[in-house]
Each structure stands twice: as structure tokens, then as C-alpha cells.
């Protein structure tokens, strides 16, 4: 069984919050995680099971009833949103912590139906699919090492092809274990299910087969930035229709929006944020991409691996407060796929090369330290290969493996 980095959090919160809502994407483990934590005193029920879905629709403040010092675990709570509300009623009468474990495959705020987000009075954390470091057994240190420039001279060996297959995989457990035919048919049937079912509970989107090719546009531009008018254009619908559907594809945790870096707060009005699919499996089976055609295609292997390094990094980034990551981009075609910021304000700024890796590569790394990373910055590229190497001062070129070591 696999160790998921977000453990420790999701036990502390339980025993400082009221209860805690464990949500992400359909099948990324959050059931399994569930049950193997070591709580004193459980209930659970799913709403998945018909004979639950109709006890919790029908008695929504029966259902959620629990003992004294119990835990109860509810999952797919999006598919009854008015057992929030019950809930609520129940919290703001028991101050006792680590009464409810809720878990589910939505983000309950894009939903009409839910009223209230029990906001302050429940803990979050997101699962999202399966990383590198986790499937290796490693702690989630990179960027904890990556700040006091703390890199090995060398690491597991992973090129250019051991790379792609990674982000072919994904980190969807299951069809980590298929070959390709059927890691193919899984993503295909995945999505037509969360489309056809799942966005039900929380939508009243009803135009399928359109939601369907947004969601591939998604993927397909991921890690790039497109233009919402041209896509409405494209799909035939209005700007006002496509922004809804794609806050519909988000809130099923299928890609998440990177924000613009800046100076400060009021100066990122107007910027562009960037979409990035929430796993790279998924971009790679969905669009039907062959490895072999990827790795000779620069334009699809550097934006699936972009995608693939944002996946490892945004769940070390989920972790705690400690860090927030966003991108940089100018009107000088300056460009820095991810900029990690901490609490002090120090940046860790990250280019990825699906390739090797040479000097020209830390051109905008160096202009960004020089003229306008304020405290401590630490750059680093991101490429194929087994070695660290420096490129000048606070400047290294650093093997994707490191992400999993």
C-alpha cells in the first residue's frame, strides 16, 4: 500500500477541527485513505451505496447524527448537499473536534445547490493523484531542499523517454497497472462517467458532448495559455456559457488555474492565469497521443512534462501554508513556468526541459533574479538527465528524478 503524503495533515486537522473534508478527484484514493487511518471510534457510509443515498436525502439530520467520540465518515457528500446544512446545525451546537470525515469527488463551492460551505468550521484537504515521491516511498522534500539549494551531485537515472512514459502513467493508481490499450479505455471511460454522472450533482449543465470537447480543448492547451473567445467561437456557445462549463471541469478537479506572479496584489489585475490539466495521464490518453509520437514532438512532450512536473509540485504545495506557486509572464515574451513562493517571501523559480538542458535555458531565471525577485531566489531548469550541475550563482540544472527522491 501506498504511503499518501497528505496523511499527517488530514490526522492533525481531525483533531483540531470539527471535521474535515477530504475532496479531489473521483479515484485518486480518498475511500482508501479513509479507512486506513488509525481513528478510535468510526462510522462510515457512502453515497454511492442507493439504500445511504435515500436514508441521507429523505432524514439528512438523522443521518448525520453520531456519538459522542465518534467519527463519522461520509463520502461522496456532493451527491446530498443538504446534509451540510444538517451538519452545520450539528457543529454549531458540539465544539468537539474530529466529528465528521467527509469526503468528496467535487469542490462543494462550484455547486448551486450548496448553500452554506460550512466555511471555518471544517478543515480542507485536497488528494490529488499519485506522485512520484509517493510511489518511490520519499518523503515530500524537494522544495524544502530546493530553497537551501540542498541537491545531490547525481540521481536515478530517468531521460527523455522515462520521463514521457511517467507522465503517460499519470497518478491515477489503477491504470497505473494496465497496459496501454487498457490505460487507454480507463481515462476514455473515466471521463465519459464523471461528464455523463458526476457533474450532475453539482450542475445543471446538460449539454454533454459540448462540456466533452471544453474539457479536451483543456487538455490539449494545457500548460499554455488560449484564448476563452476563441474557444467559445469554437464550441459555438457564449463567452459567459464557456467560463461556466470550465468552472464545471475545474470543480470535477480535472485541471487547476495557475495564477500570474507580480509584484503585488494590485498590479496582477489583467494578467493571465494558466490552465493546467490536473494529471498528465489524463492529457496523454484522453487526446489518444502515442509515447513514441510524443517524445519526437517538442511541442506535445514539453507540455505534457510541464504538466507532469506542476502535478508533483502543486501536491508538495498543498502540504501546508507554506508555499503558493504561480507563473510569470511579460510583454518581452519573458516566460517561468513556476514560480514557488514562501511564507518569507523567498522564490524558488522552476523551468522544465523535457530534454538536456544548457546555458540559454536560465536566461529568464537570471533577468527575474537581477531585476526583480526582491529577497532570496534560487532558480532551477528542470531536465532529463542524472546530474546537478550550477550555472552560476543560486542557478542549477537539476534531474526531473529529483522530484521523486
Known amino acids: 500500500m501506498i504511503a ?8 492533525h486537522l481531525l483533531s483540531v477541527r470539527r471535521g474535515v473534508n477530504l475532496t479531489g478527484a473521483r479515484q485518486v484514493g480518498k475511500s482508501t485513505l479513509a479507512k486506513l487511518l488509525h481513528l478510535p471510534n468510526t462510522r462510515a457510509w457512502t453515497l454511492d451505496d442507493d439504500l445511504a443515498f435515500s436514508a441521507a436525502k429523505n432524514d439528512p439530520s438523522s443521518f448525520v447524527k453520531h456519538k459522542q467520540g465518534e467519527t463519522l465518515i461520509i463520502d461522496e457528500i456532493q451527491k446530498v448537499p443538504s446534509l451540510l446544512n ?21 469542490n462543494l463551492q462550484f455547486a448551486k445547490t450548496v448553500k452554506d460551505s460550512l466555511a471555518g468550521r471544517l478543515g480542507v484537504v485536497r488528494l490529488r493523484p499519485l506522485t512520484l515521491g509517493e510511489i518511490n516511498g520519499k518523503k515530500p522534500l524537494f522544495l524544502e531542499r530546493a530553497f537551501i539549494k540542498d541537491f545531490q551531485s ?33 481515462f476514455k471511460r473515466y471521463l465519459n462517467d464523471l461528464l455523463n454522472k458526476d457533474i450532475r450533482d453539482i450542475t445543471e449543465i446538460r449539454k454533454i458532448n459540448v462540456l466533452s470537447d471544453i474539457a479536451e480543448w483543456i487538455f490539449a492547451h494545457t500548460s499554455q495559455f ?17 467560463l461556466n462549463y470550465i468552472e464545471a471541469i475545474k470543480a ?8 500570474a506572479w507580480s509584484k503585488s496584489d494590485y498590479s496582477k489585475l489583467g494578467k493571465r492565469t494558466k490552465y493546467v490539466a490536473a494529471d498528465s495521464g489524463m492529457v496523454a490518453n484522453i487526446l489518444g497521443w502515442v509515447e513514441e509520437n510524443v517524445y519526437l514532438d517538442e511541442s506535445k512532450n514539453g507540455k505534457l ?22 507563473h510569470y509572464r511579460d510583454n518581452k515574451k519573458r516566460e517561468i513556468d513556476f514560480l514557488i513562493e514562501r511564507q518569507d517571501g523567498a522564490i524558488l523559480g ?21 531585476n526583480l525577485a526582491k529577497g532570496e531566489f534560487v532558480g532551477i531548469v528542470l531536465y532529463s538527465g542524472e546530474r546537478s550541475l550550477q550555472f552560476g550563482e543560486n542557478l542549477y540544472a537539476v534531474p526531473l528524478s529529483a522530484l521523486g527522491a
Open 252 to 259: 470535477m478537479y480535472l485541471y487547476d488555474e495557475i495564477p
Open 4 to 11: 499518501r503524503w497528505q496523511t499527517q495533515r488530514l490526522m
Open 305 to 326: 512534462v510541464e504538466t507532469w512536473v506542476y502535478n508533483q509540485l502543486a501536491a508538495i504545495v498543498d502540504l501546508s501554508n507554506d508555499y503558493k506557486i504561480s
Open 154 to 186: 547525481s540521481y536515478v537515472s530517468m531521460d527523455k523517454r522515462d520521463v514521457i512514459h511517467e507522465a503517460f502513467l499519470g497518478g491515477y493508481p489503477e491504470p497505473r497497472e494496465f497496459d496501454t490499450g487498457d490505460r487507454l479505455d480507463w
Open 350 to 370: 522552476v523551468e522544465v526541459k523535457s530534454g538536456t538542458v544548457g546555458k540559454d535555458d536560465f536566461n529568464h531565471l537570471k533577468w527575474f533574479m537581477s
Open 226 to 242: 488560449f484564448s476563452i473567445n476563441e474557444l467559445a467561437c469554437k464550441a459555438s456557445i457564449s463567452k459567459e456559457t464557456v
Open 86 to 106: 444538517a451538519i452545520k446545525i450539528v457543529l454549531d451546537n458540539d465544539n468537539s473536534k474530529g466529528q465528521y470525515l467527509l469526503t468528496g469527488s467535487a
